[in-house]
């Protein structure tokens, strides 16, 4: 007869992940793990009636597999990871004839006046134009060139 075991908190055992309520058989932990396992109230035995069946017990899904990457239709790698946004995929320059003050003033360096300034200023033919209406020193320009556009 087949000894089952409940888990009560979330597992790791041989690389495989076990979460809170799923089962998990004697034979995948052996003798000294499950004794271990039991004592330490991460397990408990299930009852288990003469014919081996569980009786009222859930059935949950199949160990947590290892987190693998997701793959694209274009073939490039993308990542698992919540939050984790694509290294390839760079935001478009920022237009300074046709932002507006709010996007102007989420650019680093670039406060509400210099937003004003670089408004009140417009149009603008090149880049350099826009950096002497800004005011903004020539080094904190160049940081933010590879997000301008004209």
Known sequence: MAVTYKVLTPLMHDQTTYGVGELVDHAALGDDTA??????????????????ATPDVNV????????????SQEGD???TKKGE????????PLNLNQAEEAALEA??????????RLIDNRPYETLDQAREASGLSAAKWDELLPQLSI
């Open 35 to 52: 004794t271990h396992l039991a004592r330490n109230k991460v397990i408990e035995l299930l009852p288990q009636s003469a014919d081996g």
């Open 60 to 71: 949950y899904p199949p160990p947590l597999a290892p987190e693998s990457p997701i793959p």
């Open 77 to 79: 790698q993308q990542s």
């Open 85 to 92: 946004a694509s290294q390839d995929a760079a935001p478009s």
């Open 107 to 116: 650019l680093p360096y670039i406060g509400p006046k210099t937003a004003e």
